[in-house]
């Protein structure tokens, strides 16, 4: 099939898709024009680039981040989360210094966060071959466990 040619790895296959949201610290409305979430979506874009995480979809609003990602298979959900928001707080803070006075201990993002998963195929399709894939293999195998006498 050819979406499994298009996330081939090094030795793996597969993708980890992730729908991420969080907020601003306080729940400030600091995005309140076009021009700050278009600086903010950029800022995504870049952190994103630069630690080869890719972006499926987002979403800036005036207070929080929906961001729908791809990640590489050998980064962890949450290291993908903390790079996020950690490398965007600090070009954000960097590029509008009035926000100093609004977060004095430079921290913009809350801490919390929402993560779930986003698959290609659904839980029944996955029971299915699960299902079929065992029903061939108890097939192909007799196992004998423990002693036999002749």
């Not at 913009?108 to 071959?129: C, D, H, N, R």
């Not at 894939?133 to 466990?145: G, I, L, V």
Request: aromatic share 12%; hydrophobic share 35%.
């Amino acid at each position: 099939m050819n979406i499994y040619r298009e996330h081939t790895h090094n030795r793996s296959v597969g993708w980890s898709t992730w729908h991420f949201e969080w907020c601003t610290k306080y729940r400030y409305k600091i995005f309140y024009t076009l021009q700050l979430r278009t600086l903010c979506k950029i800022v995504l874009e870049e952190t994103a680039q630069r630690h080869h995480i890719n972006i499926v979809d987002y979403e800036v609003d005036i207070d929080h981040v929906h961001l729908i990602v791809d990640i590489p298979l050998e980064m962890t959900p949450t290291r993908a989360m903390q790079l996020l928001k950690g490398c965007s707080a600090r070009l954000l803070l960097k590029e509008l210094p009035h926000l100093s006075r609004l977060y004095p201990h430079r921290h913009l993002w809350s801490p919390g966060k929402f993560m779930a998963s986003v698959g290609y195929i659904t839980v029944e399709k996955a029971k299915q071959y699960l299902e079929a894939h065992h029903a061939k293999s108890s097939e192909s195998h007799n196992f004998s466990y423990g002693r036999t006498s002749n």
